[in-house]
């Protein structure tokens, strides 16, 4: 596969994420984009792998103890008293 098919494929494996922001923030997000000359898609993108790599991923592991031991804390118990 060439770089230009690759970066075609990769253009269409994405999904749209609409996201409301504040007027304040939308104006940042602009300066930045205008300053950088980065599009706004790439800095949010961006953003959000380096968020869901860091403290995002800790609270998925964290929203997930939570979850298991609501779901499964009585099975867990009994288990652990065996």
């Known amino acids: ?11 269409t494996d994405r999904n749209v994420l609409t996201v409301r922001l504040p007027a ?6 602009r300066a930045y984009k205008f ?3 980065r599009p706004i898609n790439e800095v949010v993108v ?3 792998r380096d968020f869901l ?10 929203g ?4 298991t031991k609501t779901m499964y804390g009585e099975a867990l118990d009994k288990l652990a008293e065996m």
């Open 1 to 11: 596969m060439t770089k230009a098919e690759k970066a075609a494929t990769e253009v």
């Open 24 to 29: 304040e923030l939308h104006e940042e997000l």
């Open 35 to 37: 300053f950088t000359n």
């Open 46 to 48: 961006q953003l959000i």
């Open 53 to 62: 790599s860091g403290p995002g991923r800790e609270e998925i592991a964290r």
């Open 64 to 67: 997930m103890t939570a979850r």
